[in-house]
Nanobody, 118 residues
Framework: QVQLVESGGGLVQAGGSLKLSCDVL???????MAWYRQPPGKQRAMVAS???????????SYLDSVKGRFTISRDNAKNTVHLQMNNLELEDTAVYYC?????????WGRGTQVTVSP
């Protein structure tokens, strides 16, 4: 069984920073970890992902609107993934979900609210 526990959400003013963390409890290898977000009334979309590659190092991917502001990182020894969010904008307000791909199954956390105020 795989469990994901997120932390770090909250209320921040525009221009501020937050760091989200997700502990992935899994006895099987986790290849890809990612953060998704779902703004009010909109669909869930991927914000950033990081894939473990033993040959070339971890590979990352970002939503265009967060490039240069958000940084995803992982601690492979601890199966933890982080999302450092800087220069937050009102449009970043959403519920943020952590995901982890174990073999062919994708698992989800329960989500953490991020609210950016003017």
């Amino acid at each position: 069984q795989v469990q994901l526990v997120e932390s770090g959400g909250g209320l921040v003013q525009a221009g501020g920073s937050l760091k989200l963390s997700c502990d992935v409890l899994s006895i099987s290898p986790v290849r890809t970890m990612a953060w998704y977000r779902q703004p009010p009334g909109k669909q869930r979309a991927m914000v950033a992902s990081i894939t473990k590659d033993d040959r070339t190092g971890d590979r990352t991917s970002y939503l265009d609107s967060v490039k240069g502001r958000f940084t995803i990182s992982r601690d492979n020894a601890k199966n933890t993934v982080h999302l450092q969010m800087n220069n937050l904008e009102l449009e970043d307000t959403a519920v943020y979900y952590c995901s982890a791909d174990v073999w062919i199954q994708r698992y989800w956390g329960r989500g953490t609210q991020v609210t950016v105020s003017p």
